[in-house]
């Protein structure tokens, strides 16, 4: 049996693939994207992923694309432990947060890692023409005006504030459906919470993580789901550590824009 997984540490779609790996306590190889590098647009990656995007799982020769089909599979071919909970309605449960993730979460976080961060890096990593080529090679015309605006006007982008206010209402509906519950979906960690985890904690890095100082719940489970990722001992299981001094740096350079943000959201 072999799994390989196309990935990259920084990448939060790609941690919860390797958070799932880890559970299943499965071996694998890995072969490390640098997406501001634009490594994902390789002919050779294209074969594998049309869409330019990581994470790609190759299971003995069969290709799985998308994270959330990926540890869905995962689940499927090792069910040892099973990381969806027996009651189907809480199955059910489970996989509209996994679809709010995908549709809300993910768009939302990369629009505010991309305002607060990324452009920067791009800036010092590419010439102002090599930066048009970059966009030009993005696949999806949505996917790739949206980051050509948020480019351009970092914080400012009407998007920026929708995505902040979609985080709020997601971590809102987190903050009803944990209740008492240990993990997302009742006591048994499952694919939810291998799956917001990663997302949480780019929110807090990014400097965002007001969004539930006034909910104990969720800072509870998330303390808990932090333990759970550090106990796999994965290495830079949340990134590299010269990613989070760089996104340390710009997020203190955007403080000001942040709280502003974040203002903006709650009147
Ligand atoms: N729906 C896809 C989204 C994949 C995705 O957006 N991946 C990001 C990293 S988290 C990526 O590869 N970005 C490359 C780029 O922006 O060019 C999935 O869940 O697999």
């Known amino acids: 049996m072999s799994l390989t997984l196309y990935h990259s540490v920084e990448s939060t779609c790609s941690q919860k693939v390797r958070f799932v790996l880890c559970e299943k306590k499965l071996q694998w190889q890995q072969t490390n994207l640098n997406l501001r590098k ?8 294209l074969k594998l992923n049309r869409k330019a995007v990581v994470p790609t799982l190759i299971h003995d020769g069969e290709v799985i694309r998308e994270s959330t089909v990926i540890i869905e599979y995962l689940d499927d ?8 909970p027996e009651n189907l309605h809480a199955r059910a449960a489970m996989r509209l947060l996994l679809k709010a993730f995908d549709e809300e979460v993910h768009p939302s976080v990369g629009i505010l890692s991309y305002a607060i961060v990324l452009r920067h890096q791009m800036n010092s990593l590419l010439t102002p023409k090599q930066m048009q080529e970059h966009f030009k090679k993005i696949v999806d015309p949505m996917r790739r005006q949206r980051q050509q605006s948020t480019h351009i006007e970092g914080l400012e982008a009407a998007a920026a504030s929708q995505a902040v206010a979609t985080l709020a209402k997601v971590i809102e509906l987190l903050s009803e459906i944990n209740g008492e519950k240990i993990w997302l979906c009742g006591d048994q960690f499952s694919l939810a919470d291998a799956t917001a985890v990663p997302y949480m904690i780019r929110i807090k890095n990014i400097g965002l993580e007001a969004l539930w100082d006034d909910k104990p719940g969720v800072q509870k489970w998330l303390e808990r789901a932090i333990e759970r990722v550090d106990s796999y001992a994965l290495e830079d299981a949340w990134g590299s550590e010269s990613f989070h001094t760089m996104v340390s740096d710009y997020v203190q350079k955007s403080k000001q824009e942040i709280q502003k943000l974040l203002g903006v959201c709650r009147t």
């Open 38 to 45: 634009g490594e994902q647009f390789a002919p050779e990656y």
């Open 77 to 84: 071919v090792f069910p040892e432990p099973s990381l969806k």
